[in-house]
């Protein structure tokens, strides 16, 4: 059986220790962004391995501590650090790293240490910036996101609440195709087994889902004129998302930490 997943559902109350929930969803996302951007153009390791320790800090602490939380950060983003040090390593140009030491040789084939500190520092760089994002990523929704562009950013609420009915289409497919689905196989129209009936069997799926994303499209339509979307310059917000005094002190210290931690480890010097 598949349990359908609304994430325009409110989010489940959470401990008052798990802050990031509580915070607005532009608070969290302007507070990475100079690190972010500074740290595409870094080139050391320690910055933006400090960068990921103070993102693990803040998800662990403000963040509910879930099966999906634990393995991203103690599962998939090792492993991309692991391979994506190790292909960049391999892919360094020796000539330019023959004067450092050498690690391994198999027969011609050399790998110097600054190859190594190459590939994991642009590994590192890279899981800094994801981990950074994760902290809005994880702890918000699409719908808030929305709601405070329109409400503290000023963007039209015609473009907001048109992206965000945009954005519902995608667990309304999720919900059409497992009808789809089920429907198929009451029927007895799997189509048989193999790579070439699993094609046949998305084709017939193609149909029943156009009908079905344009029939929902008309609802949405139907109802939006109903409300007289648009026919006004402002709406009255069923749900606010202000912003607090504790999204400016989230901001203002993750911007202090940020730099204090560029100006202890001096990368651009």
């Not at 989010?11 to 507070?31: D, E, I, Q, T, V």
């Not at 009915?165 to 193999?194: C, K, S």
Request: hydrophobic share 55%; aromatic share 12%; proline share 6%.
């Amino acid at each position: 059986m598949t349990v359908a997943v609304d994430p325009y559902a409110e989010r489940p109350a959470a401990a008052s220790l798990r802050f990031l929930y509580g915070l607005n969803p532009l608070a969290k996302l302007a507070a990475p962004v100079p690190a972010i951007v500074a740290l595409i153009f870094v080139r050391d390791a320690a910055t933006p391995a400090a960068f990921v320790l103070l993102a693990y800090a803040l998800l662990l602490v403000g963040a509910n501590f879930t099966r999906r939380l634990a393995g991203i950060l103690f599962l998939a983003l090792p492993i991309a650090v692991l391979a994506i040090g190790a292909g960049f390593s391999l892919w360094t140009d020796a000539a330019r790293v023959d004067d450092t030491a050498i690690v391994w040789q198999i027969g011609s084939w050399t790998m110097y240490a600054g190859a190594l500190e190459t590939g994991f520092s642009t590994a590192l760089r890279i899981a800094a910036i994801v981990s950074l994002t994760l902290i809005a990523g994880l702890s918000m929704t699409g719908p808030d996101l929305v709601r405070a562009s329109v409400q503290q950013l000023r963007v039209p609420y015609r473009i907001g609440y048109t992206a965000l009915a945009a954005f519902r289409f995608v667990p309304r497919f999720g919900h059409e195709l497992d009808v789809i689905r089920q429907a198929h196989r009451v029927r007895g129209a799997h189509g048989g087994r193999g790579p070439f009936s699993a094609i046949a069997r998305w084709f017939g799926y193609i149909v029943p889902l156009l009908a079905g994303a344009i029939r929902h499209a008309e609802r949405v339509a139907l109802a939006m004129d109903a409300r007289a979307f648009g026919a006004y310059p402002d709406r009255t917000e069923r749900h606010l998302v202000p912003w607090r005094a504790r999204d400016t002190v989230f901001v203002v210290l993750f911007w202090i930490a940020s730099a204090a931690i560029f100006v202890l480890l001096r990368p651009f010097a």
